[in-house]
């Protein structure tokens, strides 16, 4: 066997860590080195990781020959920046979303991604689902007529309480928006995935819910920390950025939608869901049940299909590897984006001219398009077109 690709990441976090597992599920690649903001806290995680090579810059890392793909998973603020260098050191990236905080920054990085030639990827893991594939290619073959209307929701707790804190919740580290850019993201793309079609227009209506929050004075932050090291001394501080929000949606043929993200409904912990509602059948999907999906008929009774590859389609397959009752879930969705990213890097494709099975910077730049007009919709009370 020829060489295994070489991987780095910038950042071992909550999603920096899943990724070091999802390539090592992967016979052809290997997690040759990580990068932290001290030389401390990444020979830490490499120890804790088993990780050959531990840097304390990231340029470090990206000085290092022997490595072909390096993945950011860092802080929102840091993506253009650290993504930007990725490129300029003629490294393949695979990008954490939002692929940076505004859409100025993500059109300048596909313009210089696509004339390094480079291969870029944005883990928008949800299209991943084997269930989401599957649905995604009864769609493309008219199973359900015209797809009229989509509706759902992505709700999360985990920022219930105003003791909860993460640096998501700093506008100067996560962006303009947070609710909508880090869980609406992750919906719009699933949709527009699933449906192949782009949102166009949107109508927003956005709430800080708790405008004030406890900001703990110490303590790592890491995303779903277990708060040892939290909550014993905090300092109150103003929030300017959306725990929930609600979307009225068109499409670019005229089909609508709508959907709400909130991060404070109690009881609702990674509750990603949506319906789509066509001219024969309708079809509902929810990501804490992965293996089902519902399929809504007139004129007879409705059906749930479970996840299974002898009853997937044969342009399904490759995204489900276990058989019917072997459920796949998140960390799964991880995997095979890795697999369809990585193997497109193994197999010389060429993102010109190759369909790839990943989400690029391109869809990278159109969630942010979608995310600027959501605040400029907001703002404004009124529709506001997506403008790539
Ligand atoms: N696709 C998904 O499902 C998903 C899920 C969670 C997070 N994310 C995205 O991943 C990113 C990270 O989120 P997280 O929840 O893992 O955050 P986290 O806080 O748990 O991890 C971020 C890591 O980056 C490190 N870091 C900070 N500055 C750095 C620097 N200059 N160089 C190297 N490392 C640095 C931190 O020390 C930390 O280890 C965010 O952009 C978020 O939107 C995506």
Redesign the pocket.
Known sequence: MSRKLKAGI???????S?HIEAIRRLEFVEVAAL???TQE?ADR?AEQLGVPLAYG??NELLANPDIDVVHN????Y??YD?NKAIIAAGKHVLS???LATSSMQTAELVKLARERGIIHGV????RQYPMMKQLSEMVKKGEFGDIRLVHGSYLQDWLLYDTDY???LDSQAGGRSRAMA?IGS?WCDSIQYVTGKRIAAVFADLWTVLPVRKKPVSG??????DGADNHQLYEEVPIDTEDYGSVLLRFEDGSKGVFTVSQVSAGRKNALSFELNGTRKSAAWKQEEPAGLWIGHRDRSNEMMLADPALFLEEARSSIHHPGGHHEG?PDSLKNMMLHFYSYIRDGKDPERDPCGFATFADGHLSMCITDAILKSHERQQWAAVEL
């Open positions: 910038i950042g071992s976090g909550f999603i920096g899943a990068a932290q903001d806290k995680k810059d990231y998973c860092t802080p929102n840091l993506h650290i954490e979303k939002p883990n928008f893991n949800y993460n640096w998501r880090d992750h790592s932050g890491e995303t779903f920390g998140w």
